[in-house]
């Protein structure tokens, strides 16, 4: 890289230290000094030292910092975008998008340069997308890998990380922030030898994690556990999983009419989205075995009358259907700058806490934002639920709608996802914004 371009750059990662990148007080020279990053060179693309990757070691400087930045801030994406003349980097913590920075426009080049170089790309190309990964060890010696996507762009090549977790720690079930006497239930109807436990819920509100949670009540030395997934996840010894994404021509309902071929004991489906994948999931759970699944739906209820529409006979609903456990997850309150305030008697009244909880003092907190939470007030998730467990009782007085199966549901016990929040919100693990932000009100 010649000088005239290395005054611009430097200058740049001056202005992106003191625009908070770095905590305050810091500066590059700390960063590099304390070297707790370090690219690993087993991937297969390093043919040649490290060090001869970057021409600039400023430049590497700063791909350490934004990777600290996005490792301390548990984001799950980092994206590096020209916008307006500037080059914007974001990053997506707790599900939400959040502006980190913008940098000068002179840094997109160098930064893209060395991308490509980590991770193992053409560094010629600059017209078409290319993926690739880099490995680092953080210095409390973790592995982290990042995938590594470039598009390009009217602006330019747009950089996309994401951060992969190879072995995730399956949570256990009293983990998740579900209520106890709910954890003992789920426990109690894993037990059976069959029937169909649904996690419903959209996008991005921890099925998964649920659905393992589940799993693990089973032991695979003793039981032949089967999964369909597309794609797979998180890689468990023991466990059969098929990844629909590695086969072309390959779907739900194929994979899983041949698994059940080999007669499992516990089938998981990663999703069921259509009829077909529906109704072999149901015929399973009707025959001997436990299906774990999820379907995208907004209730509980929901996901029953959702069925139902899928083409479903309601009595298969009920002699199939065990629990059907609906989730979401809502950013959990920083606990180092959540600010304590008291709700008025009318918004109490308002929330139904009256209810739920006589004896609450109406405290609840709201956010506030610190170095920590990277001023936004949050750190983490919490899952909020709404559990329903079909009975023999409830199955006896089934109906086909939404509203009087929540009805019913209710006058059996179920909380609402609602109360469920609220009740997180009393113990000040969450705000009320994000109670009105993920549920609606209880009819
Ligand atoms: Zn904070």
């Given at each position: 890289m010649t000088n005239a371009l290395m005054q611009p750059i430097q200058d740049s990662i001056n202005k992106v230290c003191k625009q908070g990148?770095?905590?305050?007080?810091?500066?590059l020279e700390d960063l590099e000094a304390k070297d707790d990053l370090e690219l690993v060179?087993?991937?297969?693309?390093?043919?040649?030292?490290i060090d001869k990757l970057s021409e600039n070691p400023s430049v590497m400087a700063l791909i350490h910092m934004i990777l600290q930045k996005a490792i301390y801030a548990s984001a799950s994406e980092v994206l590096i975008e020209p916008v307006g003349g500037d080059l914007r980097l974001r990053m997506r913590v707790d599900g939400l998008l959040k502006q980190m920075d913008r940098m000068s426009a002179g840094l997109h080049f160098p930064l893209l340069a060395n991308f490509k170089a980590i991770s193992g790309m053409d560094e010629k190309e600059q017209n078409l997308s290319q993926e690739g990964r880099f490995r680092i060890v953080t210095k409390d010696n973790q592995e982290r890998d990042f995938y590594v996507h470039l598009l390009p762009s009217a602006q330019g090549e747009n950089i996309f990380l994401r951060a992969l977790h190879k072995t995730p720690d399956l949570l256990d079930l009293d983990k998740l922030g579900i209520e106890t006497s709910l954890v003992k239930e789920l426990k109690e109807l894993s037990l059976k030898p069959q029937g169909l436990m649904l996690v419903s819920g959209?996008?991005?509100?921890g099925k998964t994690t649920t659905l393992y949670a589940l799993l693990k009540n089973f032991d695979s030395n003793k039981q032949s556990i089967m999964t369909v997934e597309d794609p797979v996840e998180f890689s468990i010894p023991g466990f059969n999983q098929v990844d629909?994404?590695?086969?072309?021509?390959?779907s739900y309902p194929k994979a899983l009419d041949s698994i059940l071929h080999q007669d499992p004991d516990v089938v998981l489906v990663g999703?069921?989205?259509d009829s077909e994948t529906l109704a072999l999931s149901v015929k399973a759970a009707v025959t001997g075995r436990k299906v774990l699944a999820s379907l995208q739906a907004p209730t509980a209820a929901g996901a029953i009358v959702r069925m139902i529409h899928m083409g479903l006979e309601p009595f298969l609903v009920t002699s199939a259907l065990s629990v059907v456990v609906c989730q979401r997850l809502a950013r959990r309150l920083c606990e180092y700058c959540r600010l304590p305030y008291t709700v008025s008697e009318d918004l109490l009244d308002t929330f139904g806490l009256k209810k739920l909880l006589?004896?609450?003092?109406g405290q609840f907190y709201k956010s506030c934002g610190c170095e920590r939470c990277l001023k936004t007030g949050y750190q983490g998730r919490v899952g909020i639920f709404e559990i329903l467990v079909l009975t023999k009782e409830m199955k006896d007085l089934f109906s086909k709608n939404e509203s009087q199966i929540q009805g019913l549901a209710k006058t059996f016990g179920m909380k609402t996802m609602r109360e469920d929040a609220i009740l997180k919100a009393a113990a000040g693990l969450t705000s009320l914004e994000e109670v009105l932000r993920l549920t609606t009100a209880d009819s």
């Open positions: 990148l770095l905590p305050e007080g810091q500066s060179d087993d991937y297969p693309h390093f043919d040649k030292p959209p996008c991005d509100s629909i994404k590695s086969k072309p021509g390959l999703d069921i989205r006589p004896f609450h003092d």
